[in-house]
Every structure is written in C-alpha cells, then in structure tokens.
C-alpha cells in the first residue's frame, strides 16, 4: 500500500509541476490564436498564401539568426550535450508514458463508473435477470485483461522509475569522473603547453550538437505549423458552415432595422415639427408670462409707494391737528407746545443774538486801528529786548569794546 501511494504521490508531482503547467500553456496559446482567428474577418486562399509567403520569411530569418549564434560560439547554459541529449530523450519517454498512464487510469476509471452504473441498476432491478452465461463471461474476460493491462503498466512504469534512478546515479557518476578527467586532461596540457585543446574540441562537439538540436526543432516547428494551418483551414471552414445561418438571419435583421430606422426617421420628424411648434408656443408664454411678472412687480412697488405716502399724509394730517389743537388751546402751557410758539421763539432767539454779534463786530472795527497799533508797538519793544539781552550776553563773553552812558532812563552805547 506505501509503495502504491508512493508512485501515486510520484506520478501526481510530475503531472503537476512538469506535465500540466506545459499543457495549459500550450492550451492557452492554441486559445489565444483560435480567438484571434474568429475575431479576424473571413479569410480567403488567398490569403492564407499570404500568410504562409510570411512563414517561410520568418523561417529563413530564424535559420540566418540560429546559424549566426552558431558562428559566434555563443556559451549554452551546460557543456554537456550528451547528456543532456539523453536526459531529453528520457523525458520524453517519460512523458509518453506518463500519458499512457493518465489515459489507462481514466478508462479504469470510466470501467469503475461503469460497473457501478451497473451495480446500481442490479440494485434498483430487486430480483430480475442479470447477466449470465457467455454476457457474464464476457464481461468478466473484459475486466480481466483490463486489470492484466493496467499492471503490466504498472510494472511498465515502475520499471521506467528504476532506470530513471539509476540513470541519475549514472549521471552524477559520470560528472564526477568527467571532473577528475577534465583535470588531468587539463594538467597534461598545461605540462604540453596546449592548454585549452580539450575546450575546443568540446566546443566543437558542442556546436554540432547544438546544430543536431535546432535541425530536429525546425522540423518539428514545421510540421507543428503545418497542422496548425491544417487545424485553422479546418475552424475556418466549420465557422463559415456555423455562421452561414446566423448570416442569413443577420440579413433580414438588417433589412428589418432600415425600415424600423426609415419609420423611426419619420416619427422623429413629426416630433421635431411638433417640437419646434411646442417650442414657439412656450417662448411666447414666456415671454408673456415675464411681462406679467414685471408688471406686477412694478404695480406692488407703486403700491407700497402709494401707502407709503398715505402714512406719510396721514402723521403730516395729525400733527397737523395736533398743532391746531394745542395753538387754540386757552392753556399758556399747552400753547407753548405748539410747534409755531417753538419756531417763533427760536426766531427771536436767533435775532437777538444776531444783533448781539452785529453789536460786538461793530467794536471789533472801532478797536481794530488802535488794537494793531499797540500790537505793532510790543512787536517794536520785543525786538529791542532781545537786542539789550544779545548785548548783554556779548559783553560777559568779550572785553568791552565800548562805553554804556544811562541819561534820563536811557541807555546809550559810546563805541
């Protein structure tokens, strides 16, 4: 039972990190061109010479790049060929088998979906025939080889992982041996002094294998291609069988959506005159309407001026009543409240006080001479005592530089 979930666990890792990721991306590519083949438009043969003249170009560039990156001695990623040759051809091998594998354990179990089908309708039957005889027989001679089959797979397989594991124990042997080797071949040239021989010759070897490589890929690219355009040919043929009804129902959609767009054009032609005259209509009760606006407006303003006025007519009117009422009253201080009594009394105020300014300027002009005459004499006096004090101050700062004589009250300077 270990053994078994061994090589199951086995089989399950290489599909899922060798086998899958490379189908789905191959799948994934065959799906990116067949959805860019059905979003291209029908193609015909000629056509399809186009694309095969393009080919064959990229082609030849592809061989003129390949043998110029061969000319050039470009370093590949490892430097054993052979090996690598035969790590390639197990593989495949491996592949292939792996697929055989997949392919017998579906149909096993399809049998097993199958024969409990058949289990259940035995069941659900509850007592009637089954099948015997040569039926059963057969059937049983059937599962038999089916089961022989699926262990000689099996043994198939376990046989292939056993050589697998002795070819890596071989291979890693061999790298080994090929390193001691590869030294003494190298300190065998270093003592001739033809170091690096052994490389060229490698590299060479190297070279044709590389060649040996690209010659078997471009045949496989070209038969690949090949079916590839075969597979295309092939969609292309059965899209056109597949659209040729939806074609033909597409034509009478079509000519069904002209006259649908001739009577919708139509209708939209009696909206837009119906429209167009709907439109003139509401511009006119617009503009109707807005001149109504507006002369209401103006006739609430001229209301509210209107009432305005009466307030204003009407405090005016009982004041005035107000100011009869007080003027005829028999009551002195009633009287004197009256509006007219104020003003006159107001009045004789300001004349009285007008002539009482009338009086005072006429002073000021009888007074004005004499008044600048004494202001023209302090203006003389003032600037005679400044003149003493400037002589005073010279005679303490300087020797004497004249004589002072006083004589009635007066001060005369004798030089």
Request: hydrophobic share 30%; with cysteine.
């Amino acid at each position: 039972l270990m053994k078994k979930l061994e090589e199951e666990i086995n089989f399950n890792s290489y599909l899922v990190n060798e086998k899958l990721p490379t189908e789905l991306e191959s799948k994934k590519n065959s799906t990116y061109f067949l959805q860019k083949v059905v979003a291209e438009p029908a193609m015909n043969q000629s056509d399809l010479n186009v694309l095969e003249i393009k080919i064959n170009e990229v082609n030849a560039q592809m061989n003129q790049l390949i043998e110029k990156r061969m000319m050039k001695h470009e370093p590949l990623d490892s430097v054993f060929s052979m090996y690598r040759q035969q790590a390639s051809i197990i593989a495949r091998k491996k592949a292939a088998k792996a697929e055989e594998l997949q392919a017998a354990k579906e149909e096993m179990a399809s049998t097993e979906r199958q024969m409990l089908q058949k289990t259940n309708e035995a069941h659900e039957l509850e007592g009637s025939e089954v099948p015997k005889g040569d039926e059963f027989k057969h059937y049983v001679n059937k599962l038999r080889s089916k089961s022989t089959f699926y262990k000689k797979k099996r043994l198939e397989i376990a046989e292939i992982t056993a050589e697998y594991g002795i070819l890596q124990r071989t291979e890693e042997l061999l790298k080994q041996r090929y390193e001691a080797i590869q030294q003494q071949l190298q300190a065998i040239e270093d003592k001739k002094g033809i170091s690096g021989y052994s490389y060229t010759q490698e590299e060479l070897e190297r070279v044709s294998a590389v060649k040996s490589e690209m010659d078997e890929m471009k045949g496989q690219t070209l038969d690949n291609m090949s079916e590839m355009v075969r597979k295309l040919n092939t969609m292309v043929a059965e899209k056109k069988a597949s659209l040729a009804p939806v074609i033909k129902e597409l034509r009478q959609l079509r000519q069904k959506c002209q006259e649908l767009t001739q009577e919708c054009d139509e209708k939209k032609i009696q909206y837009d005159s119906c429209a167009a005259g709907l439109e003139s209509n509401r511009s006119a009760l617009e503009q109707e309407v807005k001149g109504l606006l507006e002369e209401c407006v103006q006739e609430e303003s001229n209301y509210r001026y209107v009432n305005c006025m009466k307030r204003n007519l009407e405090i005016q009117l009982q004041r005035a009543k107000e100011e009869m009422r007080a003027y005829i009253s028999p009551d002195p201080q009633e009287r004197r409240k009256a509006i007219r009594e104020q003003y006159t009394r107001m009045i004789l105020e300001q004349e009285n006080l007008g002539k009482k300014l009338r009086e005072k300027q006429k002073l000021v002009r009888e007074s004005h001479g004499p008044n600048m005459k004494q202001i023209k004499m302090w203006q003389d006096f003032e600037q005679l005592m400044e003149c003493k004090r400037e002589c005073f101050l010279k005679q303490q700062n300087q020797t004497a530089i004249g004589q002072v004589i006083q004589e009635g009250g007066r001060d005369r300077l004798v030089l």
